[in-house]
């Protein structure tokens, strides 16, 4: 059964493999194209270098005209994302846009990683600590980074 999302969902994978942003990776799972795996490497010359970071995108039929569900697996500590990896982001929420594909999505994650919005927090005590003790923030990133290691299959 092809519908527009599934036709959209191909066309991005198809894009994300001839071009892939750097950085991040994505694909289906195996047995269907609604549901993604993805892999965001830590930006180098940031707290988050070396991480590697596992996410899962969830698509409905209403894709692109609504945004995914996307969620961290990997264990983080970000003013906006949430402790059950829920991401808050706006082109997730209120300013998404059909032009977004897989690729923007995760490469606007991958920069959210680096530069968060500690107005907006989803951990407020991850966005107290990125405002008001960025040496020990970026402690407690650096452990997640580490612990994102193990995690890797």
């Known amino acids: 059964m092809s519908t527009?999302?599934?036709k959209r969902?191909?066309?991005d994978f198809k894009r994300l493999q001839n071009d892939p942003p750097t950085g991040i990776s994505g694909?289906?799972?195996e047995n269907?194209?609604?549901?993604w795996n993805a892999v965001i490497f830590g930006p180098e010359d940031t707290p988050w270098?070396?991480?590697t970071f596992k996410l899962t995108l969830q698509f409905t039929e209403d894709y692109p005209n609504k945004a995914p569900v996307v969620r961290f697996e990997s264990k983080m500590f970000h003013p906006n994302i949430y402790?059950?990896?829920g991401i808050c982001l706006d082109i997730l929420q209120n300013q998404w846009s059909p032009i977004y594909d897989v690729s923007a999505i995760l490469t606007s994650i991958q920069s959210l990683l680096t530069d968060p919005n500690p107005n907006s927090p989803a951990n407020s005590e991850a966005?107290?600590?990125?405002?008001?003790?960025?040496r020990e923030y970026n402690k407690r990133v650096q452990e997640v980074v580490e612990a994102s290691w193990?995690?890797?299959s």
Do not use: H, K, Q, W
Request: overall charge positive; aromatic content about 4%.
């Open 4 to 6: 527009p999302a599934r």
């Open 9 to 11: 969902l191909m066309r």
């Open 27 to 29: 694909t289906p799972t």
């Open 32 to 35: 269907n194209i609604m549901l």
């Open 49 to 51: 270098e070396g991480g």
């Open 83 to 85: 402790a059950d990896g």
């Open 127 to 134: 966005a107290r600590m990125y405002s008001e003790n960025r």
């Open 150 to 152: 193990m995690n890797v």
